[in-house]
T-cell receptor, first 111, second 112 residues
Framework: AQRVTQPEKLLSVFKGAPVELKCNYS??????LFWYVQYSRQRLQLLLR??SRESIKGFTADLNKGETSFHLKKPFAQEEDSAMYYC?????????????FGKGTKLTVNP | NAGVTQTPKFQVLKTGQSMTLQCAQD?????MSWYRQDPGMGLRLIHY???????DQGEVPNGYNVSRSTTEDFPLRLLSAAPSQTSVYFC???????????FGSGTRLTVV
C-alpha cells in the first residue's frame, strides 16, 4: 500500500534561516510526488511537482529514490512561508489521479 | 475561469439529516476527487472520478455517495449525517496525471 510520512507535525524556524520539511514515501513503483501548501484558512495550492524540477517561491524538492524521500527545502525562510505543507504521492500504476497525502507539517517562521 | 467552486462554504446539520455538497469546475478536467481534512489526519480521499459516468471509492467512502453525470459537476451526498462526519471537505480536479490537482475553497461541515 502507498503511504506518505511527514515526520514533523510542527516546525518552527527564524526568518532567514534554512528550512527543510521532510517527506518519506512507501511505494514499490515509480511515483509522482507533489508538495501542496495551505495558508491559514485557504484552499490547498500546488507548490511543486517532482517531474518539473522547478523552484517555486524559493522552494525546491528533490526526489531521492534510494531513500524514498522528497524533502522540501528553502535556503532562507520568510514569514509569509508560514503555512501547512502537505506531501502527496500519485502511484504510477492505474489511470487515476488518486493522490495519497501525508498528515502535513505546520511551518511557523518567526520574525 | 472560476476554477473549482464549492458550495456551501459552511453548513450545520443535525444527526440523521442528509445533504449534498456541490462541486463544479470549468476547466474541462476529467479527474475529480473529494477529500476530507481532519486535524492530525491530513487529507483522506473519499471518492474520485476519472470522467463522466465513472466513479470509484477512496480511503473513507462509508456514509457518502457520489455521481458524475457531467464533466463539470461532482456532487458529494451525505446519506445520514453523523458527528464523525464533522470535517472540512475539499473538492479537487485535475487535467491529467502529473499535473497536480486544483482545489476548491472547501466546505466546513458540522454535524450536531
Amino acid at each position: 500500500a502507498q503511504r506518505v510520512t511527514q515526520p514533523e507535525k510542527l516546525l518552527s524556524v527564524f526568518k532567514g534561516a534554512p528550512v527543510e520539511l521532510k517527506c518519506n514515501y512507501s511505494y514499490s513503483g515509480s511515483p509522482e510526488l507533489f508538495w501542496y501548501v495551505q495558508y491559514s484558512r485557504q484552499r490547498l495550492q500546488l507548490l511543486l511537482r517532482h517531474i518539473s524540477r522547478e523552484s517555486i517561491k524559493g522552494f525546491t524538492a528533490d526526489l531521492n529514490k534510494g531513500e524514498t524521500s522528497f524533502h522540501l527545502k528553502k535556503p532562507f525562510a520568510q514569514e509569509e512561508d508560514s503555512a501547512m505543507y502537505y506531501c502527496a504521492l500519485n502511484p504510477s500504476q492505474g489511470g487515476s489521479e488518486k493522490l495519497v497525502f501525508g498528515k502535513g507539517t505546520k511551518l511557523t517562521v518567526n520574525p | 475561469n472560476a476554477g473549482v467552486t464549492q458550495t456551501p462554504k459552511f453548513q450545520v446539520l443535525k444527526t440523521g439529516q442528509s445533504m449534498t455538497l456541490q462541486c463544479a469546475q470549468d476547466m474541462n478536467h476529467e479527474y475529480m476527487s473529494w477529500y476530507r481534512q481532519d486535524p492530525g489526519m491530513g487529507l483522506r480521499l473519499i471518492h474520485y472520478s476519472v470522467g463522466a459516468g465513472i466513479t470509484d471509492q477512496g480511503e473513507v467512502p462509508n456514509g457518502y455517495n457520489v455521481s458524475r453525470s457531467t464533466t463539470e459537476d461532482f456532487p458529494l451526498r451525505l446519506l445520514s449525517a453523523a458527528p464523525s462526519q464533522t470535517s472540512v471537505y475539499f473538492c479537487a480536479s485535475s487535467y491529467s496525471r502529473g499535473r497536480g490537482y486544483t482545489f476548491g475553497s472547501g466546505t466546513r461541515l458540522t454535524v450536531v
